[in-house]
């Protein structure tokens, strides 16, 4: 018998006493050119294992073949905490975050269809305009010239020199596609002086630097109200370009009023902006299409150059599908290769179902799905093998219809050859796995232990919290609660909604379904969210720095401070980590960093305050027996208790700490830095936020995201508490426990894209699986029968 060579020997990855975050000495063996996926509750350490120990070590390992010089511009990674790494290879990241928000950034440019289709009209466009940035609306036609000084041989020579640059930015909304008009009513109030304080605009006072530089700037009279300044006195007031000046011996810059809310408000995207910012955004400025390049963002000479009566603006309007077909009409043999490229480039999209989209769809308005599925275009079709693939919940987003073609998708990707890694909560989803990696038992401190280790019969055998929930179907209700009232939809047609009418029943739970690219989006935060008494969750990331933890994000350090200033007298400043209490060793990061160049940087605890973050005088401050410290260092569930009464006793905080318990983060310490949270975890916080807002309507989008089966049931019942106390529930979601659980479905087809944005069905769960009449009622009465 022939020996195995002992190259073959290698097909596991071993993993050995791997403590990332709150993992404890795991250790696992995963099957190389396999499906395997990783289960548990959220938080119980999946992430930590698959990204935070696997594919970190394999990234660094990689890094570290290129020269010192190269991986000085590479993100230095420090080796995560483990004993033995074994049979590591290569591996490639789709995770779930959202694509970065720039207004310019759009699915073409993060991808490389617009950079393919830029070349392909540079050199077929009629008549020809330039190079690929003439086709750019990130590029500005610039020119100059003037004399550059050089020295050649020891000899200073001056010549002259001209330069031009043709690019195809539409100049009057500098490649945003719209301009922003503001209303000046909401600026200012005309009928007052400045110095009565006409200005209206959040942060703008007369007492602090503002006021100085507007009394000593001299362009206008702060005396005189606004409605009688002189044209040029109001010019300079709304739209001076910065200007440096000179008040009271100091050097200062003045600018006028709207190019320093531009520099200050609209260069944030608005999901990061401060509620009282937002709302003055909203109120104060309109963003209306450019009227030059009528939203293509692109200049009069970019739009005159065409192929086959098509320029760059039509193609990218286009739907993918569409213009998939276009390209394959072009027959140009000087352009061959790229045209190749860039049809397999959208053949991908087509494959992976977003098909529906177009290019010129800003990236910031993806849903994290969608945003997942459009970075794994540029691995479908790869040549390489026994690669690891990691993916992370690669089904969000997903109507149960198109998780069928995900699951073929990641089939394939191992049946080259590949090592496919999947965290995953969705039945349908783990059902594929040849191998499954059960993390728990719990969340948080109470997980990051393997709990089991085998096939997909061996888990449901097993007892674990996920096996005991895999076959979990969620049963229709016996009878549906009653609509108190309507919100009335009419002729709704954004993006591509086809004049939908619709009446959202109010006092009830509401999920709006249908497949991928239907158009629930569009019609509930198009037509519903910005209606007043509207509170709308949506997905966004929450943005946190390390400093960012749970009580910091939900306002919950204020009360806590206030509580202790005022049980020890002294000022509420000190109680935070970020002022004046902080550990002047670390400034109050609890870590010293020592930066190592090109090698990874290293963290090591504060040896002064311990890692508490805290100056030590402030610990001797304490309310019913617990430091600052302490407190941070409770879990919510604690903490609601130790709030709730007795010298503890501060109803602002037990309210907020409820309703962190309530979307179940009981396990969450208080000052656990938001970085370390879980995708699923980050929701439910921003859930809790949501929660205390004033607001008899909610909209959630997708709360399931990232949620283990266990979990559902209890975010069911939130959902059946927000009805009860009387506020309205509208969910756009695909998960089928929520589906079954509510009071009206209204779904949306039947297709994506133009195929879709039609109301398809509405009435009762039972109704639409009677009817089996969408898709979705088919997968419906697939998911209650079974």
């Known amino acids: 018998m022939e020996r195995t060579h002992a190259a073959d020997s290698h097909d596991l990855i071993r993993v050995h006493g791997a403590r990332v975050n709150n993992l404890k000495d795991v250790s696992v063996e995963i099957p190389k050119r396999r499906l395997t996926v990783f289960t548990g509750v959220s938080g119980s350490g999946k992430s930590s294992l698959v990204f935070g120990t696997i594919a970190a070590e394999s990234q660094r390992m990689i890094n570290e073949t290129y020269s010192a010089f190269v991986q000085g511009f590479m993100p230095t990674l420090a080796r995560p905490e483990v004993d033995v790494l074994e049979g590591l290879t290569t591996a490639i990241l789709v995770d779930q975050e959202r694509m970065g928000a720039d207004p310019r950034s759009t699915v073409g440019t993060a991808t490389d269809a617009n950079a393919m289709l830029r070349i392909l009209f540079s050199r077929l466009g009629d008549p020809h305009i330039g190079s690929p940035q003439a086709y750019s609306f990130n590029v500005a036609s610039i020119s100059g010239a003037g004399a550059v000084t050089m020295e050649k041989g020891g000899v200073t020579t001056k010549e002259r020199r001209s330069f031009s640059i043709t690019g195809g930015m539409c100049p009057r909304c500098e490649g945003r596609g719209a301009v922003t008009d503001f209303d000046l009513s909401a600026l200012y109030d005309d009928s007052k002086s400045l110095n009565e304080g006409a200005l209206t605009i959040p942060g703008y006072s007369m007492e602090g630097w503002f006021g100085r530089i507007f009394r000593g700037c001299g362009y206008f009279d702060p005396d005189k109200p606004i409605k009688k300044y002189t044209k040029r006195e109001l010019n300079d007031l709304l739209y001076k370009e910065p200007t440096k000046i000179k008040v009271d011996g100091i050097n200062l810059t003045y600018s006028g009023i709207i190019p320093s809310i531009q520099k200050s408000f609209l260069a944030k995207d608005r999901e990061a902006m401060q509620p009282h910012i937002r709302a003055f955004v909203d109120r104060a400025i309109t963003f209306t299409t450019c009227p030059d390049c009528d939203g293509t963002r692109l200049n009069e000479g970019a739009r005159s150059s065409k192929i086959k009566g098509v320029n760059i603006a039509d193609a990218c309007e286009m739907q993918i599908s569409d213009l998939a077909e276009w390209v394959r009409g072009l027959d140009e043999p000087s352009v061959a290769p790229l045209l190749a490229k860039l049809q397999h480039t959208l053949d991908s999209f ?107 019969d061996g888990l449901r055998a097993s007892g674990t919290l996920t096996g005991r ?109 970020n002022s004046e209490g902080a550990c002047p060793n670390c400034n109050g990061n609890g870590v010293i960093y020592t930066d190592l160049g090109m090698m990874a940087g290293v963290a090591t605890p504060c040896e002064v305050c311990e890692g508490r973050r805290f100056d030590a005088s402030v610990l001797d401050y304490k309310v019913a027996g617990k430091d600052i410290s302490e407190v941070l260092a409770m879990p919510v569930s604690e903490a609601v208790e130790f709030f709730a009464a007795g010298d503890g006793r501060n109803p602002a905080a037990h309210k907020i700490l409820e309703r962190l318990a309530d979307v179940g983060l009981g396990y969450l310490t208080l000052g656990q830095p938001l970085t370390t949270l879980s995708g699923g975890e980050r929701q439910r916080v921003k859930l809790a936020v949501h929660m205390g807002e004033k607001g008899g309507v909610f909209i959630l989008d997708e709360p399931t995201t990232g949620l283990h089966l266990a979990d559902v049931e209890q975010l069911l019942g939130l959902l059946d508490r927000l009805v009860d106390a009387g506020r309205s529930v509208i969910v756009i979601e695909h998960h089928q426990a929520v589906m079954a659980h509510a009071d009206w479905i209204i779904d949306l087809g039947p297709g994506a894209g133009h195929d879709g944005g039609r109301v398809v069905f509405e009435g009762t769960p039972a109704d639409l699986i009677a009817a089996r009449s969408t898709l979705t009622g088919e997968h419906l009465a697939g998911y209650v029968k079974s």
């Open 469 to 577: 929930h895999l076959d979990d179907r969620a049963a229709l209700k016996p009878d549906v609660r009653k609509p108190s009232g309507h919100l009335p939809v009419r002729g709704a047609n954004s993006h591509n909604l086809q004049n939908v009418d619709v009446d959202v029943p109010l006092g009830v739970l509401v999920v709006v379904t249908g497949v991928a690219g239907s158009g629930k989006s569009s019609l509930i935060h198009g037509s519903v969210a910005g209606r007043d008494g509207v509170v709308a969750v949506g997905q966004g990331a929450i943005k946190g720095s390390r400093r960012s933890n749970p009580a910091t994000y939900t306002g919950l350090l204020d009360p806590i401070r206030k509580q202790f200033a005022k049980v020890n007298a002294v000022k509420p400043a000190l109680f935070s980590a």
């Open 350 to 456: 087509i494959e992976i179902g977003l098909g529906y989209l177009s290019l010129d769809r800003p990236a910031g308005t993806l849903s994290g799905g969608e945003a997942q599925r459009t970075k794994m275009i540029r691995h479908l079709g790869s040549s390489l093998t026994d690669v690891t693939y990691v993916f992370d919940e690669p089904t969000i987003g997903l109507h149960p219809h198109d998780i069928q073609r995900m699951n073929k998708l990641l089939l394939e990707l191992r049946d080259k050859g590949n090592t496919v890694l999947v965290v995953e909560h969705k039945p349908e989803a783990i059902a594929i796995a040849d191998h499954v990696v059960d993390l728990g038992p719990r969340a948080g401190s109470a997980g990051g232990e393997v709990v089991f280790e085998g096939t997909l």
